[in-house]
């Protein structure tokens, strides 16, 4: 179980700061998909990085709290981090690239990282590997085990970085965009192993995605940031069927239909503002069709509307208090 409470990771540039995640709550409990959608820049990225500690310079986690089954990681020292990276929790990043090291093979990289943290032989290790690869749709796994990253294309790549992202079973799988470089086929199967990964080993996975369709078939719950902050949050039936936020239903009502085409996915009007220009009040307000006065001087808090569903909206009083 993950628990990322009151996050904030700047960035302190030379134009000043820039508040990527700004006061994020986000709690992913065992056997369950949670899904973090939003607009490019909205923080996803740093939200994950942050939980790995792997934001790097001019980025800085500057308060909160993240726990993995209750034991806190900010305070870990490097070491112990390491140890905890593709052992209890594993990443697949948005960039493959970044995490391949082009001198090795990718079948020398995939059992190595097994080898590292599961008490097996290198001949097991060897073996699970050209399963995974086959498992995640690599073609002629046994040939691709010796190649080298730059020989893969680019989708191949992202399986051999899915791969090894699973092969060593998380207790928490944090994916980034996982399956946006691929085709319709391999992006199904993926999707199916990694639900997998949830029922049969009972991991909880952390989906980070602009596809609403993805969300709406593997997460449990979602939430969906803006500018660093979360402004909503729900059961995925409840999201779907009753967003509150405008800028949830402008995201929800930007899915292509069917025989619609590719439509891009997200298409509210206007643009994320800069984080280093932040809207006064509601940090939607300048694109939302039914700001009111208040919502250009004042920030809303995030507020329990229902059961599991919160929002950051004037427009929804709230019976519950402020979460966060
Ligand atoms: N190295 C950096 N220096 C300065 N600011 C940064 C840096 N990396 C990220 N940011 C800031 O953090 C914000 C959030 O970035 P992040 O990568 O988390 O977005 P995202 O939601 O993952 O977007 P996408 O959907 O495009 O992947 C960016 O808008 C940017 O302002
Ligand atoms: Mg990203």
Same mark, same amino acid.
């Given at each position: ?37 939003? =607009? ?21 986690? /500057? ?39 082009? /001198? ?7 059992? =190595? ?42 989708? @191949?790549?992202?399986? /051999? ?55 709406? =078939? ?17 059961? /995925? ?13 402008? @995201? ?45 001087? =004042? ?26």
């Amino acid at each position: 179980m993950l628990e990322i409470e009151r996050l904030r990771t700047h960035f302190f540039t030379s134009r000043g700061v820039a508040p990527a995640v700004d006061d994020v709550t986000i709690t992913i409990p065992p056997k369950s998909i949670v899904g973090v959608v939003g =607009e490019s820049g909205c923080g996803k990225s740093v939200t994950a990085l942050s939980v790995l500690r792997l934001v790097s310079s001019p980025g800085r986690i /500057v308060s909160g709290s993240i726990r993995l089954d209750g034991e806190e990681l900010l305070t870990k020292s490097g070491s112990a981090m390491r140890a905890i990276r593709g052992d209890r929790i594993s990443m697949i990043f948005q960039e493959p690239m970044t995490s391949l090291n082009p /001198v090795y093979t990718v079948g020398r990289q995939v059992s =190595e990282a097994i080898t590292l943290h599961r008490n097996v032989s290198r001949a097991e290790a060897r073996d699970g590997t050209v399963e995974m690869f086959r498992a995640v749709g690599i073609p002629e796994p046994e040939k691709r085990f010796k190649s080298y990253p730059h020989q893969l294309s680019g989708g @191949l790549r992202q399986r /051999v970085m899915i791969a090894m992202a699973m092969a060593c079973r998380p207790e928490l799988l944090i994916a980034d965009e996982p399956t946006t470089a691929l085709d319709v086929t391999t992006e199904a199967q993926i999707l199916r192993l990694m639900k997998e990964l949830e029922t049969a080993f009972g991991a909880s996975i952390m989906l980070i995605t602009h596809n609403l369709g993805v969300v709406a =078939e593997m997460c449990d719950y979602v939430y969906v940031m803006y500018a660093g902050r979360i402004m909503e949050q729900a059961g /995925v039936f409840e999201l779907f069927d009753n967003a509150l936020h405008p800028y949830t239903s402008g @995201l929800l009502g930007a899915i292509p239909r069917p025989g619609g085409g590719r439509r891009r996915l997200f298409n509210i009007e206007g643009m994320v503002p800069s984080l280093l220009g932040l809207p006064r009040g509601c940090r939607f307000s300048p694109r939302c069709e039914r700001a009111v006065s208040r919502c250009h001087e =004042e920030e809303p808090e995030l507020r329990g509307v229902a059961g599991e569903h919160s929002v950051r909206c004037f427009l929804y009083g709230g019976e519950g208090g402020a979460v966060s």
